[in-house]
C-alpha cells in the first residue's frame, strides 16, 4: 500500500493520519472560505454527484479544473479532498470534484460508467466554459483515464473536448489492476481477472491516445513521485515506456522528488509547487 512507502521515517498509520487531518483541516477552510454547491447530482446514488468552487469573480466563461480523487475505488470523498480547489479558484478557475460511489456499494466497471456518466454531466454543466482540464489522483488517475479513453464521438461531449479540453494530468495513477486481483484491494471491488485486465488503463493506450490526438491542443501530463509503493512505482514505469511509443504531440513526465504519494497531493495548497503550476495549466519544469 502506499503508505507504506513515505518519504521519511513515518509509519504507515501515521502516514494516514497526517494526511487525513490535513486534508480535513484544507478541506473545511475551503468550503467555509469559497463560495461553492455541493452535491450536484447527476445519479440516483448520494456519492454520484459533483462539487464545485467559484473564484469571486467568475463568469460563465471561466476556465474548469476538474479533480478526482483516490482511496483505490473503496474509501475516501471528495469532502476530503477539497483544499485542492485552494489555488485554483485564487486562480481565477473554477474547482469541480467528480465522485463515484465506492467499492463494495460499486464494482469496478459500475464506477467506470459512473465516472464517464458524471464527467459527462460536468460537461453539459459549464457548456460555455472557455477551457477545461482534468486530473486525478492515484485510482483517480485511473479513473480520469478510463473515462477519456471511452468512444466519446458519437455523443456532443466530443465537440466539447476537441474544443476545451487542454490538459490531462495524471498523479501516481494506477495503470494495471491484474496485479491487484488477489491482493486485499479486491475484497471490497471483488473483480474477476478477466474485468481488471478489461479496465487496465495499460492495455488501452491505442483509444486513448487517439482521443488526445483528435483533442485539438490537448496536453497529457504524467507525474510520479520519488517514493510510492513498489508496484504503483513498476507500474508507471512501464505506462510512461508504452505510451511514449504512441507520439503524443504534447506529452510531459514529470517526476516529483522528495515526495510520496500522498505528500505530493498535499503539498497542492502552494502556489509555487510544481503540481499546483500543472494543475493550473502552467509550464512547472
Known amino acids: 500500500m502506499p503508505s507504506h512507502f513515505p518519504h521519511d521515517d513515518r509509519t504507515p498509520s501515521r502516514v494516514m493520519e497526517d494526511f487525513i487531518t490535513s486534508s480535513l483541516k484544507g478541506s473545511e477552510e ?8 455541493l452535491r450536484i447530482k447527476y445519479g440516483e446514488d448520494e456519492m454520484q454527484s459533483f462539487d464545485c468552487f ?27 479532498h477539497h483544499f485542492v480547489a485552494t489555488q485554483i479558484v485564487r486562480s481565477g478557475k473554477i474547482a469541480v470534484f467528480l465522485d463515484t460511489q465506492n467499492a463494495p456499494e460499486g464494482g469496478m466497471t459500475s464506477i467506470i460508467a459512473q465516472s464517464r ?15 477545461m482540464s482534468i486530473s486525478g489522483h492515484s485510482s483517480g488517475a485511473h ?7 471511452h468512444d466519446w464521438s458519437d455523443d456532443v461531449t466530443w465537440g466539447y473536448l476537441q474544443a476545451r479540453l487542454r490538459d490531462v494530468i495524471l498523479l501516481c495513477g494506477v495503470y494495471e489492476l491484474e496485479h491487484l486481483f488477489e491482493s486485499e484491494v479486491n475484497e471490497p471491488l471483488q473483480m474477476t481477472r478477466e474485468e481488471a485486465r478489461r479496465n487496465s488503463p495499460i492495455r488501452l493506450l491505442q483509444p486513448f491516445t487517439e ?6 491542443n490537448c496536453r497529457l501530463v504524467i507525474v510520479h513521485t520519488e517514493y510510492d509503493a513498489i508496484t504503483i512505482r513498476k507500474w508507471n514505469e512501464n505506462f510512461i515506456k508504452e505510451i511514449q511509443q504512441y507520439s503524443l504531440p504534447a506529452m510531459k513526465e514529470v517526476r516529483i ?23 493550473l495549466g502552467e509550464e512547472c519544469c
Open 143 to 149: 479513473k480520469v483515464f478510463m473515462t477519456l479513453a
Open 54 to 80: 467559484y473564484p469571486d469573480d467568475f463568469t460563465p466563461e471561466s476556465d474548469v479544473v476538474v479533480f478526482v480523487h483516490g482511496g483505490y475505488w473503496q474509501e475516501g470523498d471528495n469532502a476530503l
Open 117 to 131: 456518466s458524471g464527467f459527462a454531466a460536468i460537461v453539459a454543466h459549464f457548456p460555455e466554459a472557455r477551457n
Open 257 to 279: 522528488d522528495g515526495h510520496d504519494h500522498f505528500s505530493m497531493l498535499s503539498e497542492v495548497v502552494r502556489r509555487d509547487f510544481s503540481v499546483t503550476k500543472l494543475l
Open 30 to 37: 475551503v468550503r467555509t472560505n469559497v463560495r461553492n454547491i
Open 211 to 216: 482521443n488526445i490526438k483528435s483533442w485539438t
